[in-house]
C-alpha cells in the first residue's frame, strides 16, 4: 500500500461545530431549518480544510449575517449515525462559546430565507419541545460548561 492508499482507506468521521449564543436573560438562540422539521443550534458542517472555530464563525456569518466572536470550546459530543440514514457517518458535534448578544446587535440578525425560515431565544425547558433530543441534552450541557469554564464530553448528549 502507498502511502495515499494510506489515507483513502481510513474512517471518515463528519465534523459539525455549532454555537452557544446567548441573549441579556440567558435564553440562547435556536433557528428553524427550511429542510427539516427539527430546529438546530446556529452552526453546520465543518467544511475540509477549515478549522472548527473557522467553521463556526462562517456559519454564523451565512446563516445570522453576523461577524460573532467565537471563543471557548463548551462541548465534544459523539454522534452515531442516525437510523434510517444509511452510508450517513459518525460524528463529533462540537459547540462553542458564541457570548451575549445585545439587543441592539441581535435586531440586525438576518436570515437565509432558503435556509433557515425563523429564530428564537429559549429556555432549555422551550428548547426540548423543539430540539431533537440530543441536541438538547447538548446545548444543557454547554450552558453548564460555559458556567463552570469548563470543557465537557459527551456521547449522544449524555
Not at 81 to 100: E, I
Not at 129 to 151: E, F, I, N, Q, S
Request: proline residues 9%.
Amino acid at each position: 500500500m502507498t502511502s495515499g492508499d494510506f489515507w483513502t482507506h481510513l474512517p471518515t468521521k463528519l465534523v459539525g461545530a455549532g454555537a452557544l449564543l446567548t441573549d441579556d436573560a440567558g435564553r440562547f438562540l435556536v433557528v428553524e431549518p427550511t429542510y427539516k422539521p427539527e430546529w438546530e443550534i446556529p452552526g453546520g458542517v465543518v467544511e475540509a480544510g477549515e478549522s472548527p472555530r473557522t467553521g463556526v464563525r462562517r456559519e454564523l456569518r451565512e446563516e445570522l449575517g453576523l461577524a460573532i466572536d467565537v471563543t471557548d470550546l463548551l462541548v465534544i459530543d459523539w454522534s452515531p449515525p442516525p437510523p434510517g440514514q444509511p452510508g450517513r457517518p459518525d460524528g463529533l458535534m462540537l459547540v462553542f462559546d458564541a457570548g451575549v448578544l445585545p439587543a441592539d446587535e441581535a435586531a440586525h440578525i438576518t436570515l437565509p430565507a432558503d435556509e433557515l425560515r425563523s429564530h428564537r431565544w429559549c429556555t432549555d425547558a422551550e428548547a426540548a419541545t423543539l430540539l431533537a433530543p440530543r441536541l438538547a441534552r447538548r446545548m444543557t450541557a454547554a450552558r453548564k460548561a460555559r458556567a463552570a469554564g469548563t470543557l465537557l464530553y459527551l456521547e449522544e448528549g449524555r
